[in-house]
């Protein structure tokens, strides 16, 4: 066990991945498991669209594009100071630091939401990215404040990836400005071409709850230069398209100030995620716009991207299954290994 694990640290073992493992696994993941996915995709690419290219990378910052900035627009509005003021203060009776509140919109903005998370733009830009035609997994409406307590970096605002899939990607627009005090979405923009075949190796030891896997930012440090890590600063409108699940990243570390942030992420139907919650990932509504079902969609595209799931996934638990494979695998990145 000692010698695997010093395998699984060597250039060797990282080379084998890169070049034997991944390639045979990329083609069973998107011809075998993902089999319907891609021929969605190909029926979906019989005409040219529009879509932002992340250019073989698994993240992109998008500035100043005009069909974000309108529905940034629009949310905006939602951010009134009593919006704002009523989360804040249930948030702080309940010793919180982050406020879930799609579910608690209005109806005609969560159907502003839902047109853009399905619009060709945005479907456009994760089909390309992934492979294959996507499923719209969730939708979050962030708002976050300073810790309570004065408390540092916790939970997801500490470095992490997103164990629940092999490939997706999520967009997260700020809908208010961002600066370095009021919670940035940092991220490592240096590209992993291992994604889910590959994690740091010292993550933080004896983890409270929500700490499993996070790495504290001494030790991402020791392996990373500044240079390679960007963030979302910026203006309302500002957004970055990432891999969670293959880029490193954290955010929502606010020391003065409000963060609100929307969150789009697209999946597989091998991901855990469609499995995580059965109380509102069902296949036949939309967890987070219950008015809109199955029955409603004509559009086989669309019937896809919301409905889109896999009871034999779900009957033989094959999403779990994947990622123990994954770890089993892993490479182990170390100070000495990048």
């Not at 203060?89 to 939401?113: A, P, V």
């Not at 123990?324 to 170390?334: E, G």
Request: aromatic share 16%.
């Amino acid at each position: 066990m000692i010698f695997f694990r010093k395998i699984k640290r060597s250039f060797f073992w990282k080379i084998f991945l890169l070049f034997f493992v991944k390639p045979i696994y990329d083609f069973i993941w998107v011809y075998i498991i993902n089999f319907q996915a891609k021929l969605t995709l190909i029926s979906w690419n019989s005409k040219k669209k529009n879509y932002f290219n992340l250019d073989n990378n698994n993240q992109l910052i998008v500035r100043n594009d005009k069909i974000i900035l309108n529905i940034v627009q629009e949310l905006n509005k939602i951010c009134t100071k009593d919006f704002l003021d009523k989360s804040r203060e249930e948030m702080k009776s309940n010793e919180q630091h982050n406020l879930e509140l799609f579910e608690r919109l209005e109806y005609n903005d969560k159907e502003k939401i839902i047109n853009f998370a399905s619009s060709e733009l945005i479907i456009n830009t994760a089909a390309k990215y992934m492979g294959i035609f996507p499923v719209l997994s969730r939708i979050y409406f962030y708002h976050n404040i300073p810790n309570p307590n004065g408390e540092n970096e916790m939970q997801s605002q500490k470095w992490h990836k997103d164990g629940m899939g092999y490939k997706g990607l999520d967009f997260f627009i700020s809908i208010t400005d961002v600066n370095l005090d009021n919670g940035p979405f940092f991220f490592l923009k240096k590209n992993n071409p291992l994604g889910a075949f590959s994690k740091i190796e010292n993550a933080i030891p004896n983890p409270i709850l929500g700490e499993r896997n996070k790495i504290s930012n001494e030790e991402f440090e020791k392996i990373y230069d500044k240079s390679d890590i960007d963030s979302i600063v910026g203006p309302k409108g500002t957004c970055v398209i990432v891999d969670s699940y293959n880029c490193y990243h954290k955010g929502g570390y606010v020391k003065s100030g409000d963060r609100v942030m929307l969150r789009i992420a697209f999946d597989t139907i091998d991901s855990a995620v469609l499995n995580f919650d059965e109380d509102k990932y069902k296949s036949n509504n939309i967890f987070y716009y219950n008015k809109k079902h199955i029955n409603d969609v004509d559009d086989k595209f669309l019937k896809f991207l919301y409905f889109k799931r896999s009871s034999f996934m779900k009957l033989f638990k094959i999403p779990q299954k994947l990622l123990k494979f994954y770890q089993i695998f892993h490479y182990k990145i170390n100070r000495n290994s990048e």
